[in-house]
């Protein structure tokens, strides 16, 4: 079973620590574990049902009305305010709950909903994005089972191939070539997956290594498709140090294209990149730049 702070509970739900607190002394809402040290921690009953609260209290539902109310009749509400919502906040929670019950269900469900309303691409960068950017720290922090990460990740993944696969191939004689790949020993495939699907989506064409490629197989693949762009993704495989020379030493090796490179150690992280490598920021940010290439 997870273990959460009281931190990570506010980064999951958007509701304030000191909230949370208020509302377990006033309402009892949830009431968490204690260490021998009085530090308050949380399991995933507590992060379910602080999550349907938030949904409800998001919607109007006053904190006291809520409270009032037992678990199955909060989770009843919560179906019936979700049925028609397109609040991406609302959907975002919904899936962590469907993560942590392991309910595929739930989470297909939730995600088709989504899509039908809001289009394939709105539902990456408004619920898709946002879910995994805040549940990626929690498994890189021991604090969610890397259960869930593989059980969400497939999910998603699915999805994202049977968008891929429904693109009919480029075969413009000036389409621009892309080296899509992962540097070695980086698995996180999915931000990866969605760029290769902006990419072939505009007309370009796409040469996909995958993940945990090794930076001679990328210069073999290279010399014989010359390709115009490399795109790649660092999220958690190298450290601060290690991600500047790895851009260095890509840079040094592909002085005539440009290099694409995105990923939570480059956002979050203040990197002087080289040259001829540029930072994605976002998918709407690189829509722009493949219109305007």
Not at 233 to 253: A, C, F, Q, R
Not at 262 to 287: A, C, R, W, Y
Request: hydrophobic fraction near 40%; include cysteine; glycine fraction near 4%.
């Amino acid at each position: 079973m997870a273990s959460y702070s009281i931190k990570e509970l506010e980064n999951l739900s958007g509701i304030k620590a000191h909230t949370i607190r208020i509302w377990e002394k006033r309402y009892s809402i949830i009431k968490p574990a204690r260490t021998d040290t009085n530090i308050r921690h949380y399991c995933d009953s507590d992060l379910k049902r602080l999550l349907n609260i938030a949904i409800l209290n998001r919607v109007g539902i006053r904190i006291s009305d809520i409270s009032k109310l037992s678990d199955s009749e909060i989770t009843d509400k919560v179906m019936s305010v979700s049925a028609d919502s397109t609040s991406s906040e609302s959907n975002i929670e919904s899936l962590i709950i469907a993560m942590v019950e392991m309910d595929e269900y739930k989470f297909d469900k939730i995600l088709s909903r989504y899509i039908m309303h809001e289009g394939f691409e709105n539902t990456v960068v408004k619920v898709i994005f946002p879910f995994f950017e805040k549940i990626g720290l929690l498994w890189q922090t021991g604090s969610i089972n890397p259960a869930h990460e593989h059980f969400v990740s497939n999910l998603f993944r699915q999805k994202l191939m049977v968008a891929i696969d429904n693109i009919v191939v480029s075969n413009s004689q000036t389409a621009r070539k892309f080296v899509m790949f992962l540097p070695e020993g980086e698995y996180h495939e999915l931000a990866l997956l969605f760029y290769n699907y902006l990419i072939k989506k505009s007309g370009q064409l796409v040469y996909y290594l995958g993940s945990s490629m090794p930076l001679n197989d990328v210069l073999e693949t290279s010399k014989m498709v010359n390709p115009d762009y490399l795109f790649t993704s660092l999220t958690s495989s190298l450290n601060m140090n290690e991600v500047s020379i790895y851009l260095k030493k890509l840079s040094e090796s592909f002085p005539f294209q440009k290099i694409y490179v995105t990923g939570l150690q480059i956002k979050e992280n203040n990197i002087d990149l080289p040259s001829n490598v540029l930072k994605v920021s976002s998918p709407l940010h690189f829509k722009k730049v493949l219109k305007n290439q």
